[in-house]
């Protein structure tokens, strides 16, 4: 029988488990059930292992301990929470691949999505050398450093050069080029080293360049040089041209190592050319001989040769006397006075001289008076009857007595009209003065100096139609001599150009010689061709051998009885003579006016015009 104590206790404990279970089955209904997450997007679908991933979803919750997301099975940490986002990383030890990623909030799981696990980049180049011959151009490709990496682009970039700036690299294909010619000198450098950088992101590698460079011949050779020249030749005359053979044209200098005596001859760095530069070494009694060394570089090769320069004697300049032979220098006029003295001329310009039995008679041209006739000894002017009562409308350039009458070139004014330029004959009767236009207008252009030949055919320095013209003596053409063009070219008639011609004299076998602005030319009927005698197409002064001498602006010339030519170098205000062995000379300087006309008496006597001087010179040259 139950003590009455645990009868009663035992009501009190079946009491007290009824209400443990209600109270705990109230708890249990109290606490609200987990919502389904749900996983919506990643805010990246691939990346290495370590890259940050966020995942955007609903009903994640607050608390780390009841999430957990996994990349397939392998579980990564989450690193922050909220109810709408995870934000983990890619778990290590994973497999690179497409894998499924989900979040698990307590027991439920989302739905999954794709991310695509990236394996490690990987960047790997190779050492890149080369051979490349000295001296290559500017920008010459010189190869490609050769690198891989497992996906990406690559940077590729200098670090290091033995020779700063030698190299260029393309930075997108890895791609070497020359940046700086002069290091490429295997004078300098037999090699070129560099360092490259490759880099994909924060992975690099590192190639080394090696640049073997060969030698390369930069100067071929260089000539010994030997020449001649006239002694006294003027300042900076030419002399002649070094040759030599250079790999790279553009990059040579030549320079004087060594000369005796010193200071003689320069030279042009960038030609070569032999120049004179102490005239007063340039003799022969003193200094038969100039010679040195001369040098030619490029780039860092330099090589040598002598020079040797025969100074060749020249005759002394011979004594010349001048005095004025008729007219006033100060004086001008067109009426004369009746004695030698009183003859006066305003524009005293071209004329001939013809001995009549020894006594010199001087036809001269006077541009505003017209033209005189000078008989040295006794006078008698023409102005009057050869010249017509318009003066102002006819301007005679040169004369020359032919026969018993005189050819002339002279030019005719009309109001309101073009020059006329013609050729013309005058005749004087006794009694009457006849002018006939031989040849008129076109196609001559500007016609000056005037000669007739042994054979009577006429001569025409056709000026500014830069032809000679020959018309026999009734004024039929007979030879044009030049084609028109500026220049100084020489070839045979057709071929041949003139740069200004003034003045034509013909030798006995009807050679011509040719006052050609800047030089002296010459027309052998025989061959047919134009040579260049002395002087060049272009203004100077000098003396010297005949490619040496220099002109400016030669007016007239005279053919002297032993060949020698005189020449009105004008704008020099010099009288020079052009010697038969091909030398030129200065016989009259200093005139202090510019000389135009010349009149061969015989080979120690000549009569000459001056510009703006009213009269007739005379020169007498004595040895």
């Known amino acids: 029988m139950m003590p009455p104590f645990l009868k009663h206790n035992r009501t009190f404990f079946a009491l007290l488990a009824c209400a443990t279970f209600l109270l705990t089955s109230c708890n249990k209904d109290d606490e609200p059930a987990q919502p389904q997450p749900t996983l919506t997007s990643l805010n990246i679908t691939e990346g290495e292992v370590g890259t940050s991933v966020t995942l955007t979803g609903r009903n994640f919750g607050t608390s780390t301990n009841d999430v957990k997301v996994f990349f397939n099975t392998t579980e990564a940490i989450v690193s922050s929470l909220t109810t709408t986002q995870v934000v983990t990383t890619v778990p290590s030890g994973i497999t690179p691949g497409e894998v499924d990623v989900k979040v698990s909030v307590k027991t439920l799981e989302t739905a999954s999505q794709k991310f695509t696990v990236l394996a490690p980049i990987t960047v790997s180049a190779t050492d890149f050398t080369t051979s490349i011959t000295e001296n290559p151009g500017a920008n010459a490709i010189l190869g490609t450093v050769q690198a891989t990496t497992n996906r990406g682009a690559l940077v590729y970039s200098l670090t290091s050069q033995s020779v700063s700036g030698a190299f260029a690299i393309n930075s997108s294909n890895g791609q070497l080029t020359v940046a700086d010619e002069s290091a490429f000198d295997y004078e300098v450098n037999t090699s070129l080293t560099a360092t490259i950088s490759v880099a ?13 460079i060969t ?33 790279n044209s553009n990059e040579k200098t030549f ?13 042009d760095a960038s030609t070569g050319l032999i120049q004179v530069a102490s005239p007063s070494l340039f003799d022969h009694e ?27 004697d020249v005759s002394e300049a011979p004594s010349v006397t ?8 100060n004086l001008g006029g067109c009426y004369d006075g009746g004695t030698l003295e ?18 010199p008679t001087i036809y001269l041209a006077d541009l505003t008076c017209g033209i005189k006739k000078v008989t040295l000894g006794a006078t008698t002017t023409l102005s009057s009857e050869y010249f017509p009562a318009d003066v102002a409308a006819e301007q005679f350039s040169d004369v020359h007595p032919y026969s018993n009458y005189l050819l002339a070139t002279r030019k005719v004014s009309s109001p309101g009209k073009a020059d006329s330029h013609q050729i013309v004959k005058i005749e004087n009767d006794g009694r009457n003065i006849n002018v006939t236009a031989l040849v008129a207008g076109s196609p001559l252009v500007y016609p000056v100096g005037i000669t007739v030949g042994g054979n009577g055919n006429i001569y025409v320095a056709d000026q500014s139609g830069r032809r000679i013209r020959v018309y026999d003596n009734n004024g039929s053409s007979i030879a044009v001599i030049g084609n028109g063009n500026v220049g100084g070219t020489d070839g045979d008639e057709v071929t041949a150009t003139f740069a200004l011609v003034r003045d034509v004299q013909v030798d006995a076998n009807g050679v011509m010689y040719i006052a050609d602005r800047y030089s002296i030319r010459k027309y052998d009927p025989s061959t047919g061709l134009v040579n260049t005698l002395a002087g060049t197409n272009a203004s100077g002064d000098a003396v010297g051998s005949a490619s040496q001498a220099r002109f400016n602006e030669i007016h007239a010339i005279g053919l002297m009885p032993n060949g020698d030519i005189l020449i009105a170098d004008h704008l020099n205000t010099k009288i020079k003579v052009l010697r038969t062995n091909g030398t030129v000379e200065t016989l009259l300087d200093n005139l202090n006016a510019y000389p135009e006309g010349i009149m061969i008496q015989d080979n120690n006597t000549f009569y000459f015009t001056l510009q703006n001087r009213y009269a007739l010179y005379k020169a007498v040259i004595s040895n």
Not at 230 to 235: I, L, M, R, V, Y
Not at 255 to 267: D, E, H, L, N, R
Not at 322 to 329: I, L, R, T
């Open 200 to 212: 994909n992101g924060t992975e690099t590698a590192t190639a080394n360049v090696t640049i073997m």
């Open 215 to 247: 030698d390369a011949v930069e100067v071929g050779n260089i000539q010994n040089f030997t020449t001649s020249i006239a002694e006294n030749p003027g300042a900076n005359a030419g002399i002649g041209q070094v040759s030599a053979s250079i790999l």
């Open 255 to 267: 320079a004087i190592v060594s000369q005796t005596p010193a200071g003689a001859v320069s030279i």
């Open 286 to 312: 003193n200094n038969p001989t100039i010679t040195g060394v001369v040098s030619v570089t490029s780039r860092s090769e330099t090589k040598t040769a002598t020079f040797t320069i025969t100074v060749t």
């Open 322 to 329: 001048v005095s004025a032979v008729a007219g006033d220098a």
């Open 342 to 359: 009183h003859i006066y001329f305003t524009r005293p310009f071209f004329g001939t001289l013809q001995n009549n039995n020894g006594t």
